[in-house]
């Protein structure tokens, strides 16, 4: 629940923890009985125990529609993912996963723990897309078919410009938020979102994973990922695994800001996106990851550790996010908070000072603007001094990635 030093340097963050707590093991009790159903609740739980929280809000059609276009698409990136999977064998998968999802006798071994399960099983998602409404299997079908496309150019491609990155980005996650808006649209609950809006939920979400995830993927066996643009890491280290050189420090850590200015790019429409949106729980289930990426920016920005190790948000802040966010004011004033704490982070001597200040003073305009700071209920600030603990570096380890 969070360590015990942690609670006693934070003791706000407690009933929060325990909440949360209490609220993952109500979710873990209302896993549906139908056994492909149960499966693939079951299976959220295992891959993603918080999105499968915030996923629990929504209502029982939308819900089940969300939970099985996020095990299709987790399976198509666990095949993805597994390096140790022959590139001929790889592309048709990807090419024609969205093909499979109707056949409930299809599966395919890769992955490994959780995820090679879901893949050995895979017959339960298909079973449960089949129960789907025809809306919800068309956007699904949708998404994966482009997903899958997209995946297979860059299997074959490097990461070279960043246009190259920003396409990478669209394919794994862009495209997740136009499946979600539609999925939305579909339930009767929301107007469509523009492409350009629900593109850059996805792409501020990917780009903060891929940030972070920096040593886990340069460190990946048989075979090393690489998702940051040469047209960036060029400008500091020869090759890309150099950043993790002590050697290279100075310059691993202005690359890493050089990044994190980049992804604060899709902040305003990520902002417009959310301040659209009519439905409490639909809203809940966008602005709570949101918070998480522009708070996971704010502690991965100018920070060398995450050449070092892993990066996250302290577990307290996060258990304060999730029971906290319900209104639009908190997401303001949440982007708010987190870009007062990256700006005094912002060395002058920095290459891209200036452009990093001007998109953190950006947002904090936005958010002064919208003339809703005092009305919020989440604080995740409360002292100048406070993204210090709210960093937790740990050793090395898998970090589930999310969409």
Request: aromatic share 10%.
């Amino acid at each position: 629940m969070g360590s015990l030093g942690a609670i006693l340097k934070h003791p706000d963050e407690f009933y929060p923890l325990l909440k949360l707590k209490m609220a993952v093991k109500e979710a873990e009790k209302q896993i549906p009985p139908e056994p492909h159903w149960g499966f693939c609740y079951s299976m959220l739980h295992k891959v993603s125990r918080s999105f499968a929280l915030v996923i629990q809000q929504l209502g029982t059609e939308l819900r089940n529609a969300v939970c099985v276009f996020y095990l299709v698409l987790r399976a198509l990136d666990t095949v993805e993912d597994d390096t140790s999977i022959a590139t001929d064998v790889k592309l048709p998968i990807l090419e024609a996963f969205h093909q499979h999802i109707y056949d409930r006798d299809w599966h395919f071994s890769c992955g490994t723990k959780h995820y090679k399960v879901l893949m050995d099983e895979f017959h339960h998602v298909s079973t449960a897309f089949s129960e789907l409404d025809r809306g919800y299997q068309v956007a699904i079908e949708d998404i994966t078919k482009r997903m899958g496309a997209g995946m297979g150019k860059f299997i074959c491609n490097e990461v070279e410009s960043v246009a190259d990155y920003d396409e990478y980005c669209h394919y794994v996650a862009g495209l997740v938020g136009l499946g979600l808006s539609k999925l939305f649209h579909n339930a009767g609950l929301e107007d469509l979102a523009s492409d350009d809006l629900s593109n850059s939920m996805g792409l501020f979400l990917q780009k903060t994973n891929i940030i972070r995830d920096y040593l886990e993927d340069i460190n990946e066996i048989p075979k090393c990922r690489m998702f940051w643009p040469r047209e960036i890491w060029s400008k500091y280290v020869n090759k890309l695994e150099d950043l993790k050189y002590e050697e290279n420090s100075e310059k691993a850590v202005q690359c890493l800001n050089d990044m994190v200015t980049n992804a604060l790019l899709h902040v305003e429409d990520c902002l417009k996106y959310m301040s659209d949106l009519r439905d409490p729980a639909i809203f809940r289930f966008c602005a709570i990851p949101q918070i998480m990426a522009i708070g996971t920016l704010a502690i991965c920005y100018n920070n060398l550790q995450v050449f070092r190790g892993v990066v996250k948000m302290r577990r307290g802040l996060t258990a304060i996010v999730i029971d906290q966010t319900n209104t639009m004011p908190d997401v303001y004033g949440a982007f708010y908070d987190f870009a007062c704490m990256m700006k005094p982070k912002v060395d002058n001597r920095d290459p891209n000072a200036t452009k990093t200040l001007s998109r953190i003073e950006a947002i904090q305009k936005i958010c002064k603007d919208s003339g809703t700071l005092n009305k919020r209920k989440l604080n995740v600030m409360k002292t100048k001094s406070a993204y210090t603990p709210i960093m937790a570096a740990q050793t090395p380890c898998v970090a589930l990635p999310e969409f």
